[in-house]
Antibody, heavy 122, light 112 residues
């Protein structure tokens, strides 16, 4: 079955960087768009970034544009999120999510990981 | 596109109907294919979200038929026809009309 496992979260100081990873299994990773969605403590869902199946196009929420970079390695079935210049408002659980549609995708998500927690604090 | 939901929370008796509303700041209907780019998710405490409905009214595989989505354009509804104890959760709508997707703020459903 589809499995998404995030890693790389932790406690980090403001202004610092972190790389989140999402290891995928149980499906043709190279055929699906992938996304990162975050959830601040006690708050709702916020889409962060998305990437096409082949990595040729990426999209970002305005709140993270220029600071976050989404990428993928289809040979390793792994999705990444490079998070730079971290701010307190980036504190959240970061979920990896699969686009239900293949190729360029439709941008709704049928499989989610359990998430990795990022805490930005001095 | 800004998504709003109402109510913020509701409490419904077991077996009764629960209705959640979602409104978008612009139409989610693509007239070229007659599709509304709207999905619904359920999130239980401590768990990731689960896809319930997409294209406004298509139920995801394995989702009980007591869950149904309706609406078009800017106004949408998720209905739980007969609330069960396991339906206690927060429900989110999400638009994917634009590649910059946005979620509604969520509606918390509890048992009365």
């Amino acid at each position: 079955q589809v499995q998404l496992v995030e890693s790389g979260g932790g406690v980090v100081q403001p202004g610092k960087s972190l790389t989140l990873s999402c290891s995928a299994s149980g499906f043709a990773f190279k055929s699906h768009g992938m996304h990162w969605v975050r959830q601040a403590p006690g708050k709702g869902l916020e889409w962060v970034a998305g990437i096409w199946f082949d990595g040729s196009n990426t999209y970002y929420a305005d709140s993270v544009k220029g600071r976050f970079t989404i990428s993928r390695d289809n040979s390793m079935n792994t999705l990444f999120l490079q998070v730079d210049s971290l701010r307190g408002e980036d504190t959240a659980r970061y979920y990896c999510a699969r686009d239900r549609a293949t190729d360029t995708g439709d941008y709704y998500f049928d499989s989610w990981g359990q998430g990795t927690q990022v805490i930005v604090s001095s | 596109i800004v998504m709003t939901q109402s109510p913020d929370s509701l409490a419904v008796s077991l077996g009764e109907r629960a209705t959640i509303n979602c409104r978008s700041s612009q139409s989610l209907l693509d007239r070229s294919n007659s599709k509304n780019y709207l999905a619904w998710y359920q999130q239980k405490p401590g768990q990731p979200p689960k896809l319930l409905v997409y294209w406004a009214s298509t139920r995801e595989f394995g989702v009980p038929d007591r869950f149904s989505g309706s609406g078009s354009g800017t106004d949408f509804t998720l209905t739980i026809s007969s609330l069960q104890a396991e339906d206690v959760a927060v429900y989110y709508c999400q638009q994917y009309y634009r590649t910059i997707v946005t979620f509604g703020p969520g509606t918390k459903v509890d048992i009365k």
